[in-house]
């Protein structure tokens, strides 16, 4: 009987597997993809002697751009987060180096706010709104209070943009008061729910669901997706709905159901992928059709989705989209341009190539890597099931399962990816 039951448990776990394998992205591509991209990057934009990175870099070995030979701080930002993810997979080889960069970029860019430019430039709120959520990932990996304190001075920036003209809302850029803007607004909130989470204050909390409110009576679409800001000469809501803002978004309103346990940021989320899925992915090819270093962040997305909810469509659309990226946009030097799906397929070598295109790549490969898929969870159901099968025959000792460690059917080892505790331990 027992061994009529395990037969039949891997038979049903080699189906699951061919069913997945047909589905989705193979993780160690993804992974390999990833690590392919940040050493190119290493190579060709690192500046010398520094963990920080140029803005541009062309093939005759120069770099340029940026300000004072680093590139500006929203592409560090990107870089940051793909760097959260580097370290994330393997803490040892890249956690000192994750610090090395803080503290590099802290040093360069940071006069009462991140600057645009390293030891110059205007100081944008949506900036410092990137480098906080950057900061408040590499403390919830590693647990540093450097970045928790860093996080709270940079969110302290972003909070300094939000006054009550056009009924609050944080504008773009200091002393810019022509408009409040989506990024700067719904990455401050996300950032001060991020805050909330790891410290308990409650001021965070309030902050978040006050920005949010705001978000979505002014600058909302009755669909779900935001405009691109709301201007105050003419009162009302104008430009597109980026695909950024989609994205934070929803990233947004899951970490507020994990803030609240409501339910009401958990449907928001589901609505607002909902809508993009016609929005932002091609129907034909899957791909995401818009620039990368916005795009990114819906594919994050995507995958904190799928593992609040475990609904499979979201991470088979952002896999989906990736290997379309990489069959058809990476040039024979392992570069990326500016679209992820837009101008159809890359032809020949990049002349130039730009670090924030480089790090949101990246960052998108690794990110997604982790992503324990569902036969994980079918996994945990069918040995739940050989276990029931076998201990009508035997009394087994009991031991607790390792969340993190062990390999799902796909021989993948999961990783302690933000959410996968959440994920593994109520499947």
């Not at 994330?88 to 860019?109: H, I, K, M, N, W």
């Not at 810019?176 to 790891?198: H, N, V």
Request: aromatic residues 12%.
């Amino acid at each position: 009987m027992e061994r009529r039951c395990t037969l039949q448990s891997y038979a049903i776990c080699a189906v699951v597997s061919f069913w997945t394998n047909s589905l989705f992205a193979d993780p160690v591509d993804l992974r390999n993809w990833g690590m392919e991209t940040y050493t190119e990057t290493q190579r060709t934009l690192r500046i010398p002697g520094t963990n920080l990175f140029g803005e541009t870099a062309s093939l005759d070995g120069g770099i340029s751009g940026g300000l004072n030979g680093r590139a500006y701080v929203w592409p560090e930002a990107t870089q940051f987060r793909a760097l959260n993810s580097l370290t994330q997979s393997f803490p040892v080889t890249y956690g000192t180096q994750l610090r090395s960069f803080s503290d590099e970029l802290y040093a360069a860019y940071w006069n009462n706010g991140y600057r645009s430019g390293a030891g110059g430039g205007d100081r944008f709120y949506d900036d410092n709104a990137h480098v906080t959520v950057a900061l408040m990932e590499a403390y919830r990996l590693t647990l540093d209070g450097t970045y928790l304190d860093r996080a709270k001075q940079a969110y302290s920036f972003v909070k300094q943009g939000e006054d009550s003209v056009a009924g609050g809302g944080i504008y773009f850029k200091q002393a810019d008061f022509s408009s409040k803007d989506a990024i700067s607004t719904l990455q401050g909130a996300r950032s001060a729910t991020m805050l909330y989470l790891s410290t308990g204050q409650q001021s965070y909390l309030t902050d978040a669901t006050r920005l949010l409110t705001w978000a979505e009576t002014h600058i909302q679409l009755a669909d779900g997706l935001y405009y691109q800001r709301w201007s105050v000469a003419t009162n009302g809501p104008s430009g597109v709905e980026l695909v950024n803002a989609a994205g934070i978004a929803i990233s947004l309103n899951l970490e507020l159901y994990d803030a609240t346990g409501s339910s009401h940021y958990l449907s928001e989320a589901q609505r607002i992928a909902t809508r993009s899925l016609s929005r932002y992915f091609d129907a034909g090819t899957g791909r995401i059709n818009d620039e990368g270093y916005w795009a990114f962040e819906l594919v994050d997305a995507f995958d904190n989705l799928y593992l609040h909810d475990r609904n499979s469509l979201w991470l088979n659309k952002a896999e989906t989209a990736l290997t379309w990226l990489h069959t058809n946009k990476r040039d024979p030097n392992g570069h990326y341009g500016l679209f992820w799906g837009r101008n159809g397929a890359q032809v020949g070598a990049l002349a130039s190539w730009n670090l924030n295109e480089q790090a949101a790549v990246t960052r998108a490969y690794l990110y997604t890597s982790m992503i324990p898929e569902p036969s994980a969870a079918a996994l945990l159901l069918i040995s739940a099931s050989v276990g029931l099968c076998r201990r009508r025959h035997s009394r087994p000792e009991k031991r607790s399962p390792d969340l993190v460690a062990e390999p799902d059917c796909r021989g993948r080892i999961q990783h302690p990816h933000p959410a996968t505790r959440l994920f593994l331990e109520t499947s």
